[in-house]
């Protein structure tokens, strides 16, 4: 098993930024890559960023491409999510989760490990 707890979230005014940590514990080894999604009251949950434990190859959707920036810290075993320029539409719970390969990074179902998730707002 793998145990994920994301922290960092808040509330912001809108151009602002947030840094968001998700802290992996236990059989870590048994996973390849950790990805971001988010979900907003009344809508499905979204990706947003993933990145590959061992090469640090990174993608992101394109609705926060050029604003956040996904990172790791292979030994603290820790990824990041630096949000810039938050907008009120990044106002979600953003989930944190791993799994193993790096196919169909955008797709939830493709991971096996999720965060209890961190709430993220946005003011006007």
Not at 26 to 38: D, E, L, N, Q, Y
Not at 86 to 97: G, H, I, S
Request: proline share 2%; charged share 20%.
């Amino acid at each position: 098993q793998v145990q994920l707890v994301e922290s960092g979230g808040g509330l912001v005014q809108a151009g602002g930024s947030l840094r968001l940590a998700c802290a992996a514990s236990g059989r870590t080894f048994s996973t390849s890559a950790m990805g971001w999604f988010r979900q907003a009251p009344g809508k499905e949950r979204e990706f947003v960023a993933a990145i590959n434990w061992s090469d640090g190859r990174t993608h992101y959707a394109d609705s926060v491409k050029g604003r956040f920036t996904i990172s790791r810290d292979n030994a603290k075993n820790t990824v990041y999510l630096q949000m810039n320029s938050l907008k009120p539409e990044d106002t979600a719970v953003y989930y944190c989760a791993a799994r193993s390969g790096w196919t169909r990074v955008v797709v939830s179902r493709e991971y096996d490990y999720w965060g209890q998730g961190t709430q993220v707002t946005v003011s006007s």
